[in-house]
């Protein structure tokens, strides 16, 4: 019972949603609608399952005394932004966005970031010719790099044009065999989910 | 050399020339791409009073990027009279949408709830993409500042997809692809999208098959807008650096590639 | 379960009272195939028949990993990127592969750290750990407080799980799940650590950053084949027979296409 109610929600909500798809009756639309509109208000439960565990984690471990400094910041933040939205309010101009455009955005920019410094490091290691896969790899790099460099452009439009030629066929060739791929990988994982052949995500099977 | 010696030197190059790039004032001029030029002319041709909708999907890191995208698109449909149906299906584009909207309209002197307005955030990003499908009033009940949908004059004669022109995603992930394939694939609705730099191949092959309108992308993208629109922003003063972190990579690779054949020769490698 | 009975407009697909939309047909009609094909394949198994798997390098890596970890007395760091839920065919494949990974830690007695950023995949996760642990016989050494929920925000997530690697310096870090921007962030930190990392994800643009920084990636449908491969379950063995023939029959409808246009330009039955 404890795993069978789970795979016949799952079956008869997988198989509506399907079928749902290729009907435009009104009774297939209020199915679709109800549907989703239980899927908005089951995720909003599973953000309190969030907290509570963050919490409980974070005040386990600063009990045993690890890593602190770092738990305590996180906890702070979590009751911080709803304290100054629930006494603030969250319109423009409320403290809670002055927090918000002022602490998170940069941080998360900061964070962001590290994006361009990362791509720097990892050029330099990875762009090495070491063999025939490698000196491809490399001169596709500097191909499209070269290319979306405005300067290129001002001095001839010849490189942008190999550019998007190298993106837009042997690229975009790999991509879509990659994506068609994915697809099916995706399209079967679903459907023995929907058959109940799939049961990691009830408990692991 | 070691490993966190040459990652120093790497790091601080890139931090210097794009330090610097900000502080001269070189500016390239950028000749708007063929995409950008789809984009521009697409709504440039749409009448007065078009209603298109333009989410903000995207994260509060890449602002950066991210605002001189945005700003190109509303003040090209605020300068033509289009009206602007906001939404943010990230909680951190909400505040970001609503503040640029609102900045922007008030450039162009537009009023709220008659020219645009904006409708707040949804979770759950394809349950809210496929319910505004069915009724954007049933997704969005009331707007960001709590007026009740249906009294808003701009939403008055909007029931779905059907009444938008386009939908325009603002976004920095991958998030674009869910109005591509559901609002795209299921509405049949016009999609075009402003994204970042990183997140433009991504979206290539939805581009080269039809399924989305087009893209605008990146600071590049953002400038050859700009230029069309003859009002130079964020993406102009972006390119400099932009260009300058380009070259540097490139060097980075020509260097990575001379000291391991260096390395070969000695044995090393 | 009460019905909505809110403004619903039947406008799409196609409009009206009809129980069928005909301009849904071809997705219909191709629907089926693919079910079809999958249903045959699992009958094929039930039927006692077996299928191999060719062998994926960086499935082949994941007992290095371990092995690695433990010699050295480091953690191992999993973690399935910011970009997917649970309904997520990828984030079940990360799960499946989880699962052996958990089994492997549990033998060697090696620490598993696993950050996420959804609370359902944290609470899921859990048990595909503990029943690893379980499987192994070693349910005592599993910690609940190692599988643990961060932050839903992306660039939180990403500083967060830097913050893990470097402080806790894992001897391998997976990184195997959806991914997006913070990809290269967390590979070339593992990078600079001198981890072993195996990388996969079902995001093309991110399997470029991973092939660049990581020692092995599993390119897209490999990581939904290393679940089959990795624990040999011959039901997911079944599913992955399925996509080859769908790939084959989608190979040859590309041919046949190809060739037909190239003969008759202004032909368009191919297109739907």
Known sequence: ????????????????????????????????????????????????????????????????????????????????????????????ESPFQWAFENMLAPMQATVFSLLAFFVASASFRGFRARNAQAVILLA?????????????????????????????????????????????????????????????????? | MNRLKTRWIIFGGLFLIVTLSYLTNIRFKSVASPEIQKSYDYLDSLPEGSVIMVSFDHEASSLPEIQPLALVVLRHAFKNNLKIIGVSLFAEGTAIGYRLLSQTAREYDKTYGVDYVFLGFKPQQISAILGMGESIAHVFPEDYLGTPTDEIPIMMNIVNYDQIEMVISIADGALAVHWIEYVGG???????????????????????????????????????????????????????????????????????????????????? | MVLHAGPVQATAPGAGNSWFDPATLPTLVLSIIAIAVVLYTIRMVRSGKSFTIREIPGLKAVEEAVGRATEMGSPILYTPGWGG??????????????????????????????????????????????????????????????????SSSQFGYAAAVDGFISRTKPASVFLLGTFEAESLILAETANSIGAIQIAGTDSTIQLAFFIVACDYTLIGEELFAASGYLSRNRMILSSVRAQDILKILIGLFIVIAVIWATFDPASTWWSF
């Not at chain 1, 409980?56 to 304290?83: F, W």
């Not at chain 1, 490189?159 to 837009?168: E, L, S």
């Not at chain 2, 260009?243 to 390395?263: C, D, P």
């Open chain 1, 1 to 92: 019972m404890q795993q069978r109610l789970p795979i016949a929600v799952c079956f008869i909500a997988g198989a509506l949603m399907f079928l749902q798809y290729f009907s435009p009756h009104p009774v297939a639309r209020a199915v679709f609608v109800t549907i989703n509109d239980y899927w908005q208000i089951i995720f909003a439960f599973t953000l309190l399952v969030g907290i509570a565990a963050f919490v409980r984690t974070n005040l386990r471990q600063i009990s045993r005394g690890k890593e602190a400094p770092y738990r305590l910041i996180g906890l702070a933040g979590l009751v911080l932004m709803p304290v100054l939205a629930v006494f603030g309010g969250i319109k423009i």
């Open chain 1, 140 to 205: 596709a790099a500097l191909v499209v790099l070269i290319g979306r460099v405005p300067i290129t452009e001002m001095i001839s439009d010849t490189f942008p044009k190999i550019t998007f030629w190298v993106q837009n066929y042997p690229s975009m060739a790999a991509r879509r065999g990659i994506l068609i791929g994915i697809g099916l990988g995706s399209m079967t994982t679903a459907l023995r989910v929907i058959l109940g052949i799939e049961r990691t995500y009830l408990r692991g099977e």
């Open chain 2, 186 to 269: 299921q509405y049949h609705q016009n999609i075009m999208t402003a994204l970042t730099a990183a997140m433009i191949t991504t979206y290539d092959p939805y581009l080269a098959s039809g399924q989305l309108y087009s893209v605008i992308g990146g600071l590049k993208g953002a400038a050859e807008y700009e230029n069309l629109l003859g009002q130079p922003g964020g993406g102009n003063r972006g390119m400099l650096a932009q260009t300058s972190a380009h070259v540097y990579v490139i060097v980075l690779i020509v260097i990575g590639n001379i000291l391991y054949f260096r390395g070969r020769k000695n044995g090393k490698a």
């Open chain 3, 85 to 150: 839920d649970i309904q997520r065919p990828t984030t079940i494949a990360s799960m499946n592969i989880l699962s052996s990974v958990a089994e492997k830690t549990a033998q060697y007695d090696c620490r598993l750290i696993y950050p996420t950023h959804d609370p359902v995949i944290m609470a899921v996760a859990q048990e595909v750990v503990k029943e690893g642990y379980a499987k192994a016989g070693h349910l005592d050494r599993y910690r609940a407080d190692d599988v643990f929920y961060i």
